[in-house]
């Protein structure tokens, strides 16, 4: 679980280079679930079929490559009495066509749901992903689905780090391991042997990949070609963390750091700009900007 692009598709293949971890594309399950205001309720009558037909209707289900949906849909309800149940089923029916003793599940938006899960699913562990929010800025930037403004994405990677920083402090700490970006892509060996720890698995070299390359072979083609993922399946590369530093102006960075400053601060980022002039005329204008995409958005 992790903002959005914090490198959780990186550490997803790593961990599948693992003879017993399968980590699957994302679901977007409780994401769903969530949006159309069902998590943590109890399905009645017809309710728990119609979701199951609205999530299968979703892009996240169709990455997923499962075939059928008709056969998946009898797979998702057999002896399923909740929600709960359904996405057990799930992931179920990845991990058969995975031959692996263990799966896991990476959807990044999942975190606004960790409590929730980490409740129903009392022997779930949870992996968050930080990422200096500089650079996860700038990457939602360049995505080609997502809105393109200083605000929104800052304001979004705040809100993430906020829900990540309060369940690192609760009551299931324990159950919740922490992985730094940065560490992962200059000192990979370390930080897989901790997750590996974690999990109470053996690390594997192969996890490393041969000569640091991603190219196992995959069960989702679709999903992995999508053009915003090309980074995350090519040679780790430690100067990527550092590369937003070259990406803003003065003014601009400034502004990114005024919106996110203490949750920067919080894990351990340096806030090393703010000095940038024009900060706010920018503000106004960012503020201007989503404001326009949002209403827009809604007359599409």
Request: hydrophobic share 35%.
């Amino acid at each position: 679980m992790a903002p959005p692009r914090s490198g959780t598709t990186l550490l997803e293949r790593l961990l599948n280079r693992h003879s017993r971890l399968y980590v699957p594309p994302e679901t977007a399950y409780f994401h769903h679930l969530k949006r159309l205001g069902l998590l943590g309720r109890e399905p009645t009558g017809q309710s728990l079929e119609l979701f199951i037909n609205i999530y299968l209707d979703t892009r996240a289900f169709s990455l997923l490559n499962l075939g059928d949906p008709c056969v998946v849909k009898k797979a998702l309800l057999e002896g399923a009495e909740n929600y709960e149940d359904v996405f057990i089923n799930l992931l179920a029916t990845l991990q058969k066509d995975s031959e692996k003793s263990r799966i896991g599940e990476k959807t990044p938006h999942h975190l606004r749901s960790a409590e929730y899960i980490l409740t129903k699913f009392t022997d779930a562990k949870v992996i968050c992903v930080i990422r200096d929010g500089r650079a996860v800025v700038q990457s939602r930037l360049n995505h080609p689905n997502w809105e393109r403004n200083l605000l929104s994405a800052s304001r979004c990677w705040r809100r993430d780090a906020m829900s990540m920083r309060t369940l690192l402090a609760g009551e299931r700490e324990k159950r919740v391991h922490l992985v730094r970006y940065e560490n992962l892509v200059s000192s990979p060996e370390s930080v897989l042997k901790d997750i590996c720890g974690f999990l109470g698995e053996k690390f594997e070299i192969t996890m490393l990949g041969e000569g640091g390359q991603m190219n196992e072979s995959c069960l989702h083609p679709e999903y992995y070609q999508q053009n915003w993922m090309t980074k995350s399946t090519t040679a780790l590369d430690p100067s990527r963390a550092d590369a937003w530093k070259t990406e803003y102006s003065s003014c601009e960075l400034a502004l990114v750091e005024k919106l996110m400053s203490s949750e920067l601060e919080y894990f351990g980022y340096d806030v090393c700009a703010g000095k940038g002039f024009g900060w706010l005329p920018l503000l106004i204008k960012e503020y201007a900007r989503h404001l326009l995409f949002r209403i827009l958005i809604r007359t599409i």
